[in-house]
């Protein structure tokens, strides 16, 4: 794997990035790297900010500058990827029973709906960042014969708890909003936890499954 690149983003934050395109090596290293800033505690340095082939390091401009934390983190360079069986894991509850999608999913797959249901919840998945909506944790690993791409229009008022596949990826609402990914199943699952020391109930790098549950235990 190629050095990172570095690049300053205004006056307080530095860019470190590994690539262009989604790679689960890369997503580890990013992640193994975050580990090692964490624990290397930068001077100055306030939060670091993982995403799924870059981080961002973000720091008090009036105790250090771009330059110094640029050369303290190539001083933490190269980084192993990341292991799964480092990484803690979560086994969410999901009922398929009556989910809009999974039908449609199992028809462009070519497969019944069991299979797919059978399919997601054999997979491991690893959450790779968090996105744009509090507690939107991006999980990656979802298998290739029920990947599907996202919906050419996104649909309105998606419950939170919404279990959902686009492409290789997997996410669980936790609120109401629209989207365009396929929704496959319903969870229970607590993602944002109101702990403010630790706010969600997965770390970046984390691995999540899915366990088949009926509507009544819901």
């Not at 799924?52 to 190539?74: G, K, M, S, Y």
Request: proline share 7%.
């Amino acid at each position: 794997m190629n050095a990172p690149t570095f690049k300053p983003v205004a006056d307080c934050a530095l860019l470190v990035e590994y690539g262009t395109e989604i790679d689960d090596e890369i997503n580890r290293t990013v992640i193994a790297l975050d580990h090692a800033i964490a624990a290397a505690e930068i001077a100055g340095v306030q939060e670091v900010v993982p995403a799924l082939v870059n981080l961002l390091a973000v720091f008090d401009p009036l105790q250090t500058d771009h330059v110094q934390v640029e050369a303290a983190i190539r001083a933490l360079l190269p980084v192993s990827p990341a292991s799964d069986a480092e990484a803690a894991h979560h086994t969410l509850e999901v009922c398929y029973e009556d989910a809009p999608d999974l039908a449609a999913v199992a028809k462009a797959c070519d497969m019944s709906a069991e299979a797919v249901i059978n399919a997601h919840c054999a997979a491991t998945y690893r959450v790779g960042m968090y996105g744009f909506a509090p507690g939107y944790a991006y999980l990656a690993g979802v298998p290739r014969d029920i990947q599907v791409p996202r919906k050419s229009a996104p649909v309105r008022d998606i419950p939170a708890g919404s279990v959902m596949i686009a492409g290789p990826q997997c996410l669980v609402t936790t609120i109401k909003m629209p989207t365009g990914w396929s929704i496959i199943g319903q969870s229970s699952a607590r993602i944002m936890t109101g702990d403010p020391n630790r706010p969600f109930l997965f770390e970046v790098g984390d691995t999540v499954s899915f366990k088949r549950i009926r509507r009544e235990a819901l």
